[in-house]
């Protein structure tokens, strides 16, 4: 058994020799058989224990598990905390509060220590209970292919792995190695109260499940393996998915480019969304696939609507972008024109910030030069109703607006900015050019119609919007 271990060590762990491994060690079997194996093999190993506070003798497992690393010569170190509190503050179970807090402090010292990479005693059997365990909560080909040997847990570390080598061994296995090597284990009596959910899954279900069909843990394990397989296809090709159809990139968001993810399968967008959304929120362990349902369903939603997703993320859409962003994130404004103050243009430029200037020209229409060509962003006035009165400020409440090409007809800015789709967030400081307190123009939408060009109109003037 040793030797097999030692090539999953190298092989499917990626252990290098030279550098040092933190192992988490409770004092159970498992744990002392993975400590057993990484010091007979020649791994630097730093021994690391979480007293979880929940049980009597929890205090008497610590101090065992410091006096074997002393008698092996091995760096040690410990932490407790109340588990018990922390899952009532955080509104979590014990068991998912116990965990949370366990790999802060094993990661934590794997830091600490420059070890390459964390190491947990996970078996078969946990395999076993594990996959079974997101079958029954609801959970896709991530949950389902269980553990690996190695991975990351970005939620804890980005770059420090968890290794797990005893993932193929089963627990019987396990115990009959710590008999033939002298090891004396810790045994967790919580280890049988069925309050727990994987005691139950453990206790009761699985060997029901066995009456059905003996080999049930061995099938299961086959099939996550089979999972795991089809699940490294899968990533592939969502890597290619996540490189088309991302657009945009930044602190506390993703924006996907809307048409390229509405053109790939149901599947892929909800992967998409997914990857997204943990990377946004790392300890979003479960995104069930109802909220993935809602995201996809959105992909298709008018532009300008905005919806809640999970943990504190939401998703809307914006010039032809799905974002999904969390609430506190500071969006950039940088592709838009956004001014805060009142600016007096005084000459041929004015600077909005952002990038953004507008730029004056004033053109005699009789000289036979003057080109009235137009787009978005550019606009010609009638120069002798604009005046020397041009200002740039962002909207005030109350303001009206005559958009050109409604017979001089009022509407309320705030329901014009509705009706050409500008994003909500950035109405507020959208540039408005002025004459006094009468909007001339709306860059980037519509000239309004008391200041256009008629066959009276002598000067004109070019305003033109550009970074």
Known sequence: MLDQLELILRQSCGLKPDLPVLAGVSGGPDSLCLLD????????VIVAHFNHQLRPEADLEAAAVARLARSLNLPFETESANVRTFAGREMLS????????????????????????????????????????????????AGLKGMTYRSLLSSFDPEIPIVRPLLSARRTEIEAYCIEHGLKPQF???????????????????????????????????????????????????DGAWQNCLAERGDGFFAFDREKLANVSV???????????????????????????????FVEAPAG???????????FTENGKIYIAAYEADLPF????????????????????????????????????????????????????AGSRLQVRPRRAGDRFQPLGMGGQSVKLSDFFVNVKLPKRARSQWPL???????????????????????????????????
Request: charged share 25%.
């Open 433 to 467: 050019v002025c004459v006094g307190d009468e909007i001339a123009w709306v860059p980037g939408f519509r000239l309004a119609h008391p200041f256009r060009i008629t066959g009276k109109t002598k000067r004109a003037v070019h305003l033109s919007l550009g970074r």
């Open 94 to 141: 014990i068991e998912e509060a116990a965990r949370i807090l366990r790999y802060r402090f094993l990661f934590a010292q794997a830091r600490k220590h420059g070890a390459q990479a964390v190491a947990a005693g996970h078996t078969a059997d946990d395999q076993v209970e594990t996959v079974l365990m997101h079958f029954l909560r609801g959970a896709g080909l």
């Open 305 to 315: 609507k905005q919806v809640d997703f999970v943990n504190g993320l939401y998703l």
């Open 334 to 385: 940088a592709q838009w024109p956004q001014v805060s103050d009142q600016l007096s243009v005084i000459s041929n430029q004015c600077e909005l910030g952002n990038g953004w200037i507008l730029m004056i020209d004033e053109c005699p229409l009789d000289t036979g030069h003057c080109s009235l060509t137009t787009d978005n962003w550019s606009a010609w006035l009638d120069a002798d109703l």
């Open 188 to 238: 967790d009596p919580s280890n049988a109260d069925q309050t727990y959910f994987r005691n139950r899954l453990r206790h009761a279900l699985i060997p029901e499940l066995e009456n059905y069909n003996p080999r049930f843990k061995e099938v299961l394990l086959r099939t996550a393996q089979a999972l795991q397989g089809d699940y490294a296809a899968l990533e592939e090709v969502l």
């Open 267 to 297: 599947g892929l967008q909800r992967k998409l969304i997914r990857r997204a959304a943990e990377s946004l929120q790392p300890d979003s362990r479960d995104i069930s696939f109802d909220a993935l349902d809602r995201a996809v369903a």
């Open 37 to 44: 194996v990484l010091h007979q093999t020649g791994y630097r």
